[in-house]
């Protein structure tokens, strides 16, 4: 393993370690709360998979008392069951967590996500260690609901009363 590789594997575990707290902290201190997760390899949506739109631009997870049961975590993933028309295992690495947002739609936290080092894929920028770099544009505010006859049900935050 060469000083990069392990540089990377270090910044890797304290950035798991660093999510961890605040989601640590978010349970603490939120009923219920969201986390906006990227799409990735190791995240796992049991049968149901990543639908429609969530396999480009990633899934927001509703972490409360009803949508979430049998949770916990481990040093690279959280593991629960969360409902979804029925209960579904998932299991979600730390790596993939971009934004926690409260209950409200207040974005709590906001990260790059990173991932373990791998050739880049062809467009994609990279750092000069091989590390892909994944970043999650910030959330656009949209005129007006999308029509659609997606299954994935979106929550428009910038509908909340102040």
């Known amino acids: 393993m060469s000083s990069s590789d392990s540089n990377s594997g270090d910044i890797l575990a304290y950035n798991r370690k660093f999510k961890k707290s605040v989601l640590d902290m ?17 995240l796992f949506m049991g049968t149901r998979g ?35 028309n029925r209960w579904e295992k998932v299991s979600i690495p730390f790596e993939c967590i971009a934004r926690m947002f409260d209950k409200s739609g207040q974005v709590i936290m906001q990260w790059q996500t990173m991932s373990a080092p791998i050739p880049s894929p062809a467009g994609q920028k990279s750092e000069p260690n091989g590390d892909l770099i994944k970043t999650v544009p910030p959330a656009e505010k949209k005129d007006g609901p999308e029509k659609s006859n997606s299954r994935v049900i979106e929550v428009d935050f910038s509908k909340k009363k102040k």
């Open 50 to 84: 990543l639908i429609d739109r969530e396999k480009t631009d990633g899934i927001i997870l509703v972490f409360g008392p009803y949508s979430t049961r049998h949770l916990t975590w481990d040093e690279q993933f959280i593991h629960c069951e969360m409902q979804f």
């Open 26 to 42: 978010m349970f603490t201190i939120c009923d219920t709360f969201y986390i906006h997760c990227i799409p990735d390899p190791s």
